[in-house]
C-alpha cells in the first residue's frame, strides 16, 4: 500500500471526480422533482445556505396569491442520500407573518427567508401586472 506511483494517484482522482458529477447529477434531479411538484401548487420561492463544514440546505416553498403556503420542501445535508422532505408545520400559514418569524433568527431560516422575499417580489410583480 506504500507504494503509489502517480497513475494511482490520477486513477483515484478520477474516480472520486466521476463520484462527484453522479452525485450532483442525482441531486439536480431531486431538486428539479421537488421544484415541478410544489410548482402545480402555486408561486414558488427558492433559497439556499451554504454550510460551512457540514452541508447547507435548500427551502422551496409554493404559495397562493394571497401569501398562504400550500407547499414546503427542504433539502439538508450535503451527501447524495439527502432528499426534500416536506415542511408540514408552514403550510397553511402567510408567507408575512413567517417572515417575521424567521427574522427572530436569521442565521438558522436563511435559506426561508431568501425563499419567501423570492415570492414576496413574485407576488409584486405579479400584482402590479394585474394593475397594468
Known sequence: M???TISDFLGVLLILMVMQVIGTHLQVK???KAVHKLHKLGNLGVGAKKGKLGGGNIVIIACKADGTVTGAEEMKGMTIFAGFKEIPDIIGKNIYNLKSEYQIDEKKYKAHLQA???LEIRLKNDSEGEKS
Open 30 to 32: 431531486k431538486y428539479r
Open 116 to 118: 419567501i422575499e423570492a
Open 2 to 4: 506504500g507504494d503509489w
